[in-house]
């Protein structure tokens, strides 16, 4: 720590993010780096598969993200061996169009990223598809279709050097009428001319072929809208001039396999042709001088529901010529909850569907969209829950599909987040309507027993939006209370199960005995059908009750039986999650007249104070609830309007709170012999000219730091337990100041430090340092560090929290966890 009259050498980096991925087609990209790209809200977020861990956000988008593409993609791997640098597009709601460079450093695991450019001219609307082929290392076509009625062709030309520039061209724009386009594939046609084909499908359930950018021919047969469509790469075949291969599936559940073949190729070998592509001719189209017929070769039936999706392995290499080859694979992800490889039969050449993987419980709505890795040994699906599901070929003589750890989130706006007592885990509600757990596993595996954070726990999974959330300190169970678009807030205690999963997590077991519940027994929780309550589950069940229980609930949706609390002994997968880690609820907490918006608990872990939404000074009050008994044990009454955040002094003394009335208030709290609770209200004053989102109270004494939608934070102290003196004002930030955390770091000079978080995603902190100085004397302040835009939030950060300090012989090793607008929830390492 370098404190020398306010200055301080700060360092930060990043974590940990978890998010989930917008639900919605076209989002998920595996690049020929083997890295995924998706669309987090407005952020394009990056994960690579063998970690499970997201590296970065790319901000630069206003709107949601529907599309993401790589240049190369996995489909062009085998052309991308050396290459240094690779590119990425993204496409939004808005019609924007952005191209990011991904520099890949020698030092592996480093990446460097830049916005290299914004196409010009957006969609009026929202783009839906983007598809790209690799001319050259250095050349790319890409296309992009959006809701607008239009597609737009664009050639981007990659600098050759490090210092150079990206140039792009448009080459063309099609206008395809009222029913907008929402698959496209590009290929280079097979013959000597290296010209392109561009195949669209949208929603008139017809495939359109284009060649050299003008309507060549219509493929009909689909009966519902077009969903997906990739061509193969040019498949050779018994010294035959090349065929192409375009799959496309749609909306009517099926999948149709379509070939192209040059015209002269095609009248040589007719008496050979045995397929279905004999009996069902197709349009026959020109490209310059070629000529090609297509025809339907396969017509594959077998997904249940829509399918969301088609792609070809990506070629691979032979092991006999060292030449690459298109395999004949093809995957396919539905939203029946399955994806399915198929491959035609070795002896008959019929299509058949080899593998099937997913199958999940009810609980997820199926998939939309699946992709292969790069050397086609694994496959990903995302969900319809913003989840991402891997399995990975791990049989070496037959195939042997494995699912594998992948990064999650929420895929709604994060509301609150909550530290656990010793810092072991941070919980996170979202308006996705549930409750995560995230914690560093310790991989004993690894050399250096590194930590990687996972998704450990899903507590609650809820059938409102969940507000927010805080975790009851003190010892004892782990417990905490939550507050969603309801009256009500809920009271959750960690189960066997959980605690026992802990412990495999931090490989310690020191705090494991005094967290053993009294009530012990409770394995885990089952979850109600109607999703409204979660009900204990108890490890002394005999076999007899569980039957009789069966027997009962069959007709009465009472419970779903799939739901077995687990012992974790690695980072589970999504399936485990979802069902088979949730909590079980003890008490619910009646008394406020709308719905809860803001929880804490005081440092003892005695008492819990909540607010709800309010436009009546009746509505607005406070209640106060002991923790244990869960009884009501008092009222405030101060505001007018919803009191957006409520924290206790450290010294839990003095209870603050913040309204949108523009107001703040100080109550003094008291705990009399008879452990009976006294409020008394100190102080209310206007402080700022908007809404109060945010405060926090410094650790070492009564000096609290408020933060306002009038883009300020002002620092207040409160002097002899009864009035307040404004401190200072911290100079006006760009943007309204929505969350702030206030880290004690040395209790002589009264030194702190301030995160200060914004509407714009954005992080600073500040230093605060003499704050208890003479009358007169200013505090000094300083901008210690303001956090790269690329691993900050995209969108508003919604809530700041500080885990407990660790102090080295020179330095403060703290962890900021934050969350926000843009589903993420991040945790950031923070060296003073």
Same mark, same amino acid.
């Given at each position: ?8 050498? $700060? ?32 952020? $394009? ?168 950018? $003008? ?136 299509? %058949?569907? %080899? $593998? ?170 089952? %979850? ?229 978080? %914004? ?74």
């Amino acid at each position: 720590m370098g404190a020398n009259g306010g200055e301080m050498e $700060v360092e930060v980096g990043r974590v940990f993010i978890g998010a989930g991925c917008n639900r919605i087609v076209n989002n998920v990209s595996w690049g020929a780096c083997d890295l995924l790209s998706f669309g987090a809200q407005n952020a $394009v977020a990056i994960f690579c598969p063998k970690t499970a861990q997201i590296l970065t956000t790319l901000p630069g988008h206003k709107a949601f993200v529907n599309c993401t593409h790589w240049l190369p993609s996995s489909k062009f791997a085998f052309k991308a061996k050396n290459l240094q640098r690779h590119y990425l597009l993204s496409g939004d709601a808005d019609g924007t169009i952005l191209l990011w460079e991904l520099l890949l450093s020698d030092n592996k695991g480093f990446y460097d990223w830049r916005n290299v450019l914004q196409v010009p001219e957006k969609h009026k609307k929202g783009v839906t598809c983007i598809s790209a082929i690799m001319v050259s290392q250095t050349d790319a076509i890409f296309a992009s279709s959006s809701s607008d009625g239009t597609v737009a062709i664009w050639e981007v030309i990659f600098p050759s050097s490090s210092e150079g520039e990206c140039k792009l061209s448009c080459l063309d724009t099609l206008f395809v009428g009222k029913k907008p386009m929402v698959a496209l594939s590009l290929v280079e046609l097979p013959g000597n001319n290296g010209q392109l084909a561009l195949a669209m499908g949208g929603l008139d359930n017809k495939i359109h072929i284009y060649s050299v950018f $003008v309507h060549a021919c219509e493929l009909k047969g689909h009966t519902d809208w077009i969903r997906s469509l990739d061509f193969s790469l040019p498949v050779h075949e018994n010294g035959e001039s090349p065929t192409l291969l375009l799959v496309s599936s749609s909306q009517d559940k099926a999948i149709r396999i379509w070939k192209m073949v040059l015209l002269e190729s095609q009248s040589e070998n007719r008496k050979e042709e045995t397929s279905l592509a004999s009996y069902i001719k197709g349009p026959i189209f020109l490209a310059r001088s070629d000529s090609y017929q297509v025809s339907l070769e396969s017509f594959l039936i077998g997904q249940e529901d829509w399918v969301y999706s088609v792609e070809w392995q990506p070629p691979k290499c032979s092991s006999v010529d060292g030449k690459f080859y298109q395999p004949q694979s093809i995957l396919s992800s539905s939203m029946d909850k399955t994806m399915m490889i198929w491959q035609p039969e070795k002896t008959t050449g019929i299509w %058949m569907n %080899m $593998v099937t993987v997913g199958e999940l419980s009810h609980c997820a709505l199926g998939f939309y969209g699946g992709h292969w890795s790069p050397n086609g040994d694994s496959i990903l699906a995302h969900g319809y829950g913003g989840s991402f599901h891997l399995w990975k070929n791990v049989g070496i003589d037959f195939d042997d599909w494995k699912p594998q750890k992948v990064p999650s989130g929420h895929f709604a706006a994060v509301s609150d987040i909550s530290w656990a007592r010793d810092g072991e885990y941070l919980l996170s509600v979202s308006h996705d309507q549930t409750s995560r757990v995230f914690s560093p596993w310790r991989n004993k595996a690894s050399p250096q027993n590194l930590e990687a954070w996972h998704e450990i726990a899903r507590p609650q999974v809820h059938g409102h939006d969940i507000n927010c959330v805080t975790l009851i300190r003190g010892k004892g169970n782990h417990r905490f209370v939550s507050g969603a678009d309801e009256k009500v807030a809920r009271v959750f205690e960690a189960p066997l199960s959980f605690l026992k999963t802990l412990n495999h997590a931090t490989s310690q077991k020191s705090s494991f005995d005094d967290d053993l519940p009294v009530n012990g027994q409770i394995l885990g929780a089952n %979850m109600s059908a109607l999703g409204l309550s979660q009900k204990p589950i108890y490890v002394q069940a005999s076999s007899e009750s569980r039957e009789r229980n069966n027997k009962e609930s069959i007709d009465t949706l009472e419970t779903i039986p799939e739901a077995v609390p687990v012992e974790l002994t690695e980072p589970p997968i999504e399936e485990q999650l979802a069902w088979h880690t949730l909590w079980p609820e003890s008490h619910k907490l009646y008394g406020h007249g709308n719905e809860l918006f803001s929880l804490c608990c005081d440092h003892d872990g005695k008492l819990v104070a909540s607010s709800c939404k309010a436009q009546l000074a009746s509505v607005a009050e406070i209640w106060l609830w002991q923790v244990g008994t869960w009884k009501a044990v008092g009222r405030l009454h101060s505001h007018s309007l919803t009191v957006t955040q409520l924290e206790f002094s450290h010294d839990n003394s003095f209870l603050l709170t913040v309204s949108r009335d523009r107001h703040f208030s100080i109550f003094a709290i008291k705990h009399t012999e008879t452990d009976e609770i006294s409020s008394q209200l100190v102080t209310k004053q206007e402080a700022h000219k908007r809404i109060i989102w945010a405060c926090s109270w410094n650790p070492f004494g009564h000096e609290f730091a408020t933060g306002s939608r009038d883009k300020t934070v002002k620092i207040w102290k409160l002097e002899n337990r009864s009035s307040v003196k404004l401190l200072t004002t911290l100079p006006t930030f760009k943007s309204s100041v929505t969350a702030l955390a206030w880290l004690g770091v040395d209790p002589k000079t009264n030194l702190g430090l301030l995160a200060v978080g %914004m509407e714009s995603g954005l992080i600073e902190l500040w230093s605060l340092s003499n704050p208890t100085s003479d009358i007169g004397v200013v505090p000094k302040t300083a901008l210690v560090v303001r956090f790269d835009p690329f691993i900050c939030h995209v969108s508003g950060v919604h809530r700041l929290r500080w885990k407990n300090t660790t102090k080295g012989k020179n330095e403060t090793s703290a962890q900021l966890a934050s969350c926000g607008d843009d589903h993420c929830v991040r945790v950031f390492r923070v060296r003073v």
